[in-house]
């Protein structure tokens, strides 16, 4: 994460950072300009979640960690894909261009 200097307004990059809770981290950053060099600090913090992910898909994830699956071999395992649609929706010219060729 970039962060403008609250003294010079230059770009600050981060020297280290913990995290405070599950959902908070803090943040050290220095000042890239080299006359200013103002180091600050910053909290990142979770404001909400805007989509969670499936439950059934979750549960499966969390199931097959000690198998070493990989998140398409076990979505594709379930019926979830089924009732997701593509990048481009439904109305993608090129969904069936493999077969025009």
Not at 19 to 44: A, G, W
Not at 56 to 80: F, G, P, V, W
């Amino acid at each position: 994460m970039a962060m403008k200097c609250p003294v010079c307004g230059h770009i600050a990059h981060t020297r280290s950072s913990e995290y405070c809770s599950s959902k908070t981290k803090r943040s050290y950053l220095q000042c890239k300009n080299i006359y200013c060099s103002c180091t600050f600090s910053v909290l990142e913090s979770v404001d909400y979640i805007i989509r969670r992910p499936m439950a059934e898909l979750a549960i499966k994830m969390i199931e097959n960690t000690n198998n070493h699956q990989t998140i398409k071999e076990i979505s594709s395992s379930t019926k979830i894909n089924d009732r997701c649609l593509g990048k481009y929706g439904s109305n993608n010219k090129l969904i069936n261009r493999q077969s025009e060729k």
